[in-house]
């Protein structure tokens, strides 16, 4: 990880997700849900800052008054979504998923995606098992991860310890909690 990037010492859980997802879809209401949910929660949400569940996480924590981060990068032309408070520009790929892993200081949420989100979930959970970043809840919503999660627990049954599963974004206060109780 890049020790020129900032780490926050803000309470922020990243949002992993697709831009596939649009407006209506139920992946898009089940993100608007997550970021409405974290935001209740007391924390900032973060996430890739683009369209889709990226959006409609941060549309869901600002209905609410949360604070959202978009860590955007600049290989792409497109402009942050409009319900992004703090963008972080970053110059390729792996800046800016190292700028995501290391902004989620109070973990991280999977939402269903594709490769990058799997790069995204992968990165996080070796980085925890090989003890190269602070252990924070990892959590999948839904039942898309589960044959990848069952895989790796079958192969792997100590990596089962890092990765939590929610059926419903509503699930998420069980792992995220802490700031209320505090």
């Not at 998923?97 to 490769?115: E, M, N, R």
């Not at 970043?133 to 100590?158: K, Y």
């Not at 990765?163 to 995220?176: D, I, K, N, Q």
């Amino acid at each position: 990880m890049d020790p020129d990037i900032k780490v926050f010492e803000e309470d922020v859980i990243t949002v992993f997700g697709s831009n596939d997802a649009a407006d209506g879809d139920e992946a898009f209401q089940q993100a608007h849900e997550v970021g409405k949910i974290i935001a209740r929660l007391g924390y900032q949400v973060a996430n890739g800052g683009y369209g889709g569940t990226m959006e409609a996480s941060s549309r869901g924590a600002k209905s609410l008054g949360g604070e959202t981060i978009g860590v955007t990068c600049s290989i792409w032309k497109s402009s942050p979504n409009p319900y992004i408070d703090r963008e972080i520009k970053t110059a390729g790929l792996l800046e800016r998923l190292d700028t995501l892993i290391k902004t989620g200081t109070s973990g991280y949420v999977v939402l269903p995606g594709a490769t990058g989100t799997l790069v995204e979930l992968a990165c996080v959970w070796e980085l925890m098992a090989k003890g190269l970043l602070p252990r924070r809840a990892i959590v999948c919503v839904g039942d898309f991860w589960q044959p990848l999660l069952e895989m790796m627990r079958q192969e792997r049954p100590s990596s089962a310890e890092y990765v939590y599963s929610v059926e419903t974004p509503s699930g998420l206060a069980t792992h995220f909690a802490s700031l209320m109780e505090g």
